[in-house]
């Protein structure tokens, strides 16, 4: 399967994950407007950005030699199947009353910079971004140009899948209701773990 094809499964498996940044970013479309919406989108893909750069020159200095590929790719397989049961086991929260976002001043700026660090302090996008750097590059060795065309093929995905859904905001605020979310944290985290078994599968066979 091709890098890209690999990053887009995950960026779409990704895209659909609970957390505060969607739900941010739907409550913002809803009552701010689509144009906000944009805006915390753009913000929320330059963090996811920012962190895979910086996981991208760790995984460098980490697996700069050939014997440490097979323990990276069983490590960041591993931590990705551990992501994958959090995330199936995961209790959802959601605000039943939809209270909009107070947001002090309504520009541009703003949004960005509220998508960048509402994202970027969250610890389990940097947990997850790192072990899946690790295990991709672990796996795909020396070869460093479709680690990154995997990991563009991902953050397209995501960045997508979150314009999506600013448009779609309206209508999918009928769907965050607790036992559907439930279903989706149990997809997510069966798939999660699906790429985690391939990772060091595939790792396996490689080294």
């Known amino acids: ?10 960026g779409f498996t990704l895209s659909v994950l609970l957390g505060p940044a969607l ?8 009552h701010r407007g689509m144009k906000s919406g944009l805006f915390l ?7 996811d950005l920012s962190v895979v750069f910086l996981a991208y020159l760790g995984a460098l200095q980490l ?11 069983i490590v960041g397989g591993s931590i990705l199947i551990g992501f994958g049961i959090y ?5 959802v ?28 302090m969250n610890p389990f996008v940097w947990f997850f971004w ?31 899948s979150d314009i999506l859904k600013v448009f779609l905001a309206g209508k999918l605020k ?15 985290g069966l798939l999660l773990m699906i790429f985690g078994v391939f990772l060091i599968i595939r790792v396996f066979l490689k080294f």
């Open 130 to 160: 790192i072990s899946a750097m690790v295990g991709v590059s672990a796996n795909y060795g020396d070869d460093k140009a479709d680690v990154v065309i995997f990991f563009s093929g991902t953050l397209f995905a995501i960045l997508s």
């Open 93 to 120: 929260h959601i605000d039943e009353n939809n209270k909009p976002i107070e947001v002090k001043v309504p520009g541009p700026i703003t949004y960005i910079l509220k998508g960048y660090f509402l994202n970027i």
């Open 63 to 73: 697996i700069n030699q050939k014997n440490n590929y097979l323990i990276a790719g």
């Open 41 to 47: 989108a753009g913000g929320i893909f330059l963090s």
């Open 23 to 30: 739900f941010t970013l739907l409550q913002t479309s809803i």
């Open 87 to 91: 995330t199936f086991y995961r209790k």
């Open 174 to 188: 009928q769907y965050l209701k607790p036992q559907m979310l439930i279903r989706v944290n149990h997809i997510v």
């Open 1 to 10: 399967m091709h890098p890209i094809l690999q990053g887009l499964i995950l």
